[in-house]
């Protein structure tokens, strides 16, 4: 019996070890998509996203939102989804966020007169 229940504990342990696993793996493949939208969109917009890498990735998953958003506002294809995050919305709307971080950065940094 004590074999039987030491089994039933590693199964058990190695399925939660696959999942957390599983679970890490999306993350990281989210974040690589998010990054690789961000940086597209640094690309087209002139200018550039504050804090490097990590706007990058901030402006790819808030941009996937807005981008979402307006496309299922407007009715429009979606297109193709990566762990979570449709890529032509993505960008479209990280391209949008890009520009209007873009603007802010230019009328803070303006002298008042």
């Not at 804090?51 to 998953?61: C, D, E, S, T």
């Not at 449709?86 to 890009?98: E, H, K, R, S, T």
């Amino acid at each position: 019996m004590p074999v039987i229940i030491g089994l039933l504990v590693l199964f058990l342990l190695l399925v939660l070890a696959f999942w957390i696993t599983a679970k890490l793996i999306g993350v990281i493949i989210l974040l690589v998509v998010a990054g690789l939208v961000g940086w597209v969109a640094d690309q087209v917009v002139p200018g550039s996203i504050p804090y490097g890498w990590l706007g990058a990735i901030i402006a790819g998953l808030i941009g996937s939102f807005v981008g979402a958003a307006l496309f299922s506002m407007l009715h429009l294809w979606r297109g193709p989804v990566i762990e979570g995050i449709p890529i032509i919305p993505a960008i479209v709307g990280a391209i949008i966020l890009a520009f209007v971080i873009n603007l802010v950065q230019k009328s803070s940094a303006r002298p008042l007169t």
